[in-house]
């Protein structure tokens, strides 16, 4: 089974700055994909980012970045210029690309991430 | 945002007791799924379907079922709950398992089992 571990239950960053929130998965298959979501206080799931495991570049979106390492199995997830509302749960997941799967997750452990004014 | 509904969104049971979460959708989306969120767990997998009346087991599915009768809503019920119940439940929506879905999740339930 594939699972997914983030070791880092806490980080903390300063406004405006960067921070990276580390994530690695296990996985025989070679095609698959992989996604960060944010959990404000609202408890709301909110897609940040995804990744195709078959694309070598990596995905961004605004001031979130990945940084994927496919030989590695690590997931990274690059948070620039950092404001307060990043202040959340981030949770890394994993989905097969399809077969028997029906695109259920897997999730990691979460990461919360304490933004400083 | 997807239009995703769940029901109740609070809620305090004494062990024994069944209960049932609904999760109302107005996608029409195919796939459906039940998580629960534990601290040091994130979000793991109760059950899902595939289509009405078609559901298969996720990885902590002991002492839940679910059941799907129309497209729009998909119940979660505890037989007899009890306190390990204790969690946050989400239901999650996904129109196919294609490279290009993603799964859209529901504002969740927050279940205390006394």
């Known amino acids: 089974a594939q699972t997914v571990t983030q070791s880092q239950p806490e980080m903390s960053v300063q406004e405006a700055e960067t921070v990276t929130l580390s994530c690695t998965y296990d996985?025989?298959?070679?095609?698959?994909?992989l996604f960060w979501y944010k959990q404000p206080p609202s408890r709301q799931m909110i897609l940040v980012i995804r990744?195709?495991?078959?694309?070598?570049q990596n995905a961004t979106e605004n001031r979130f970045s990945v940084n994927f390492q496919k030989a590695a199995k690590s997931f990274s997830l690059k948070i620039s210029d950092s404001q307060l509302g990043d202040a959340a749960m981030y949770f890394c997941?994993?989905?097969?690309?399809?077969?028997?799967?029906?695109?259920?997750?897997?999730f990691g452990q979460g990461t919360i991430l304490t933004v400083h004014p | 945002d997807a239009g995703i509904t769940q029901s109740p969104r609070h809620k305090v049971t004494e062990t024994g007791t069944p209960v049932t979460l609904r999760c109302h959708q107005t996608?029409?989306?195919?796939?459906m799924y039940w998580y629960r969120q534990d601290p040091g767990h994130g979000l793991r997998l109760i059950h899902y379907?595939?289509?009405?009346?078609?559901?298969d087991k996720g990885e902590v599915s002991d002492g839940y079922s679910v059941s799907r009768s129309k497209t729009e809503d998909f119940l979660l019920t505890l037989e007899s709950a009890t306190s390990s119940q204790t969690s946050v439940y989400f239901c999650?929506?996904?129109?196919?398992?294609?490279?290009?879905?993603?799964?859209?999740f529901g504002p969740g339930t927050r279940l205390l089992v006394l």
């Open positions: 996608e029409n989306h195919r796939y």
């Open positions: 999650a929506i996904s129109e196919a398992w294609t490279r290009q879905e993603t799964q859209y």
């Open positions: 379907s595939y289509g009405v009346k078609d559901t």
């Open positions: 990744q195709e495991a078959y694309k070598q």
């Open positions: 996985t025989s298959e070679s095609d698959y994909y």
């Open positions: 997941a994993y989905r097969d690309p399809g077969g028997t799967s029906y695109g259920k997750l897997t």
